[in-house]
Antibody
Framework: QVQLVESGGGLVKPGGSLRLSCAAS????????MSWIRQVPGKGLEWIAY????????DYADSVKGRLTISRDNAKNSLFLQMNSLRAEDTAVYYC????????????????WGRGTLVTVSS | EIVLTQSPGTLSLSPGERATLSCRAS???????LAWYQQKPGQAPRLLIY???SRATGIPDRFSGSGSGTDFTLTISRLEPEDFAVYYC???????????FGQGTKVDI
């Protein structure tokens, strides 16, 4: 079945770096746009980054622009999020999610989502 | 940027009752590009509805979505015990940012 599994979360000091991974299975990964979405514990959802199927188009939320970098390796069915200059406000569960119907000019809903990986930024 | 406002914040109901959740957008959402998700504690969000009214695969027919323009509704016709959760709406389409979520409505007993 279609599955997304995140890894790489953990405790990091302010200003530090972390690289999250998302392993995809059960579908042709290279056919789909992908996004990262985060959720501060007990709070709502915030979309933070997307990458097109080929990796040629990328965009970020203003809150993370310049500090987070999304990438993918279609040969390894994997999505990544490089997180640099981390701040306390980046503490959240980070989900990867597939965009079933996105194209070059429009986004879609997210389905499915991975189970998430927790990133805690604290000294 | 489109802002989504969900109401009520919390809905206290009993199994078997009908739940009506609202999602109001600050601007017209084109082509009914609105989705609904269910999230249970410790779990990822699960897609329920897309295109304002289309049920996702495997979603029971007690869940229905309606609305257009700026006002959208998720209705759960008869609450089952497993339906007590937080529900989020999301707009998508061609307006940045890529996906904007409402703040959520908690349905509890």
């Amino acid at each position: 079945q279609v599955q997304l599994v995140e890894s790489g979360g953990g405790l990091v000091k302010p200003g530090g770096s972390l690289r999250l991974s998302c392993a995809a299975s059960g579908f042709t990964f290279s056919d789909f746009y992908m996004s990262w979405i985060r959720q501060v514990p007990g709070k709502g959802l915030e979309w933070i980054a997307y990458i097109s199927d080929s990796g040629s188009t990328i965009d970020y939320a203003d809150s993370v622009k310049g500090r987070l970098t999304i990438s993918r390796d279609n040969a390894k069915n994997s999505l990544f999020l490089q997180m640099n200059s981390l701040r306390a406000e980046d503490t959240a569960v980070y989900y990867c999610a597939r965009e079933p119907a996105s194209g070059s000019d429009f986004s879609s809903w997210f389905d499915p989502w991975g189970r998430g990986t927790l990133v805690t930024v604290s000294s | 940027e489109i802002v989504l406002t969900q109401s009520p914040g919390t809905l206290s109901l009993s199994p078997g009752e009908r739940a009506t959740l609202s999602c109001r957008a600050s601007q017209t959402i084109s082509s009914s590009f609105l989705a609904w998700y269910q999230q249970k504690p410790g779990q990822a969000p699960r897609l329920l509805i897309y295109g304002a009214s289309s049920r996702a695969t495997g979603i029971p027919d007690r869940f229905s979505g309606s609305g257009s323009g700026t006002d959208f509704t998720l209705t759960i016709s008869r609450l089952e015990p497993e339906d007590f959760a937080v529900y989020y709406c999301q707009q998508y389409g061609n307006s940045p940012p890529r996906g904007t979520f409402g703040q959520g409505t908690k349905v509890d007993i």
